[in-house]
């Protein structure tokens, strides 16, 4: 319940937390939730104005929007990672390569920062742990953190996986490590 997830974010905020949400997005024709997240979608034909596609990404991607309208309007920053592990080809924003996620990070940045003035998020990309790939790197203008995760066996030093994506963002943003199991 997305409106619970709001609720959860001011009482958050107001006893002193930083409000940290990652949108694990199903695919737009296939309904909500992580295996839906697992899903294909034709993110060339959403990335189309007037396709089908494209209506569903945009409706969905709005009501999204506008719950982060009401923490903007709230006073509430937000740490906003949307699609994360984008390097892997795991979730739908992953599946179609570098270019056409690069293309979703920026029409979801230009929705919400240029034409909904959602100016409490803080952009952070979010690559999988052994799949840091320059190529998905949509540019400075639209991240202001950016970082890595790792799960499963590799529980040892990640001074490699924090040097690789300081290979791609230099010093020009803060480095973190947003999941680990």
């Not at 963002?169 to 199991?181: A, K, Q, R």
Request: proline content about 6%.
């Amino acid at each position: 319940d997305n409106a619970a997830v709001n609720r959860r974010a001011l009482e958050w905020h107001r006893a002193g937390g930083i409000v940290s949400i990652c949108w694990h997005w199903g695919a737009p024709d296939k309904g909500t939730g992580y295996e839906n997240s697992k899903q294909d979608f034709d993110l060339p034909r959403a990335l189309t104005p007037g396709t089908r596609q494209n209506r569903l990404l945009m409706r969905q991607m709005g009501q999204t929007g506008d719950l982060l309208a009401q923490l903007r309007d709230q006073g509430v920053p937000v740490l906003w990672r949307p699609f994360h592990e984008f390097g892997g080809d795991w979730f739908w924003w992953g599946k179609h390569g570098p270019d056409a996620f690069k293309a979703l990070w920026r029409l979801m940045y230009a929705e919400y920062v240029q034409r909904r003035g959602l100016d409490n998020l803080i952009w952070v990309l979010g690559w999988a742990g052994q799949n840091v790939d320059p190529a998905y790197w949509p540019g400075r203008e639209t991240v202001d953190v950016a970082g890595a995760d790792i799960y499963v066996e590799d529980h040892g030093n990640l001074a490699p996986m924090f040097a690789r994506v300081k290979a791609i963002v230099g010093d020009s943003v803060p480095i973190c490590l947003h999941e680990n199991g």
